[in-house]
């Protein structure tokens, strides 16, 4: 089965300095590879998620980038904010008609103002 | 907005009794989940459920089962608690339409068992 690896699990940076999060996974066949934030407290949301058709995708300060040959993907956050602070979790699919996740064990990013 | 609600945010109960952790979604939403979070192991599936009345194992089914009787509700059973199921457990629903449609989370239960 499918099996994800997410780095680092802790990452403190200052406000306005960039955050990168990298994740591996397993299954070549994964397409669907969304990223979850979950404040303390919180419930997970999404905040992007991209399909293996496309190699970035990008929304204001974050994005995704994705390479289907090193079966990596990674999160970009630019300018970060005290509000970004929070565990992100990195997920991959295979969609057959309805959507398994398979979750990275988490990052949690701290931004120091 | 989609609301998940998951019945309690927090449970103490005691090894060997039969729990139940109640799911609604107001969304119509055909795809149902049930997952644990446990620090530094993410989060990871127990069972899913697709339609009314069928579920599918998910990665950790072991302990558990679930049931799925009304579209807008999944019920996860653990049959004889034991402390090693102490965990967060958190309750997704989905549209069916599509792999981009994303997974709307409940705010999680605090399981405890003693």
């Known amino acids: 089965g499918e099996n994800v690896e997410q780095h680092p699990s802790t990452l403190s940076v200052q406000e306005g300095d960039s955050a990168v999060i990298k994740c591996t996974y397993s299954?070549?066949?994964?397409?669907?590879f969304p990223w979850y934030k979950q404040e303390l407290g919180k419930r997970p949301q999404l905040i992007i998620d991209?399909?293996?058709?496309?190699g970035e995708k990008k929304d204001q300060r974050i994005a995704v980038t994705l390479n289907k040959t090193a079966k990596h993907f990674s999160l970009h956050i630019t300018e970060t904010q005290p509000e970004d602070s929070a565990v992100y979790f990195c997920?991959?699919?295979?969609?057959?008609?309805?959507?398994?996740?398979?979750f990275g064990t988490g990052t949690r990013l701290l931004v120091s103002p | 907005d989609v609301k998940v609600t998951q019945s309690s945010r927090y449970l103490v109960k005691r090894t060997g009794e039969k729990v139940f952790l109640e799911c609604v979604q107001d969304?119509?939403?055909?795809?149902m989940f049930w997952y644990r979070q446990d620090p530094g192991l993410g989060l990871r599936l127990i069972y899913f459920?697709?339609?009314?009345?069928?579920?599918e194992k998910g990665d950790i089914p072991e302990g558990y089962s679930v049931s799925r009787e009304k579209k807008e509700r999944f019920s996860l059973i653990l049959e004889s608690a034991s402390t090693n199921q102490t965990s967060m457990y958190l309750c997704?629903?989905?549209?069916?339409?599509?792999?981009?449609?994303?997974?709307?989370f409940g705010d999680g239960t605090r399981l405890s068992i003693l």
């Open positions: 997704a629903s989905k549209f069916s339409g599509g792999s981009n449609q994303p997974q709307h």
């Open positions: 969304m119509d939403h055909e795809n």
């Open positions: 299954d070549s066949a994964s397409n669907y």
């Open positions: 997920a991959a699919s295979l969609y057959t008609g309805f959507q398994k996740l398979v």
């Open positions: 459920s697709y339609d009314v009345k069928m579920k």
């Open positions: 991209i399909r293996s058709n496309v």
